[in-house]
């Protein structure tokens, strides 16, 4: 039976566990027979657009690349978990319109997890890059983050594990995205 497409922006800070919860959703979601697919944001700027920087420009060119890989996913009842820093408001907002008005749902969740955590973690040495001098404009720290507004769901992973927040983010924003359409 075909799936609606569908699309979950998970945005947050470096560190906060975007990725851990996008690719946990996405077992649970393959072993449960969903089509989904992770579009992580540094691994596809890596990958496809290697030429983006981490300048605000650039930033905005990514998160517009990945909601157009993600709206032909999508069109293909896949359901796409972004994983993505997605820093600014209006491109998030620009990436709702574009997946919205091309008929899909479309999710934010924040992944609002507090900075000393996330520092703690520095899973890819950003902050101590950051603190060593090495690096600046680092996301939450000497560059710009725009808490989400209005997002469908907020999980802190600080709060909670990894299971427990990956629930929260199936039942939260995905819903009823285990069904097949024709069953809904």
């Not at 959703?25 to 579009?39: D, I, K, N, S, W």
């Not at 997605?86 to 899909?104: Q, T, W």
């Amino acid at each position: 039976m075909p799936y609606d497409g569908a699309v979950v922006l998970l945005t947050g800070l470096p560190s906060s566990g975007k990725s851990t919860l996008a690719r946990q959703a996405h077992e649970r979601l393959l072993l449960a027979g969903r089509p989904a697919e992770v579009l992580d944001g540094d691994e596809v700027r890596r990958q496809f657009w290697p030429e983006l920087t981490l300048s605000s420009a650039d930033r905005s060119a990514n998160l517009a690349r990945i909601a157009a890989l993600a709206a032909l996913l999508a069109r293909n009842g896949v359901l796409v978990l972004a994983a993505a820093i997605a820093p600014y408001s209006d491109d998030r907002k620009a990436m709702r319109v574009l997946l919205e008005g091309s008929g899909f749902r479309f999710h934010e969740v924040h992944v609002a997890t507090p900075l000393e955590v996330c520092i703690e973690r520095d899973v890819k040495g950003l902050y101590a890059r950051h603190r060593r001098g090495e690096i600046s404009k680092l996301t939450g720290v000497d560059a710009v983050y725009e808490v989400p507004a209005a997002p469908e769901l907020t999980i802190d992973t600080s709060r909670m594990s990894v299971e427990d927040s990956v629930s929260v983010l199936l039942k939260g924003a995905l819903g009823n995205a285990f069904e097949p359409a024709a069953d809904r």
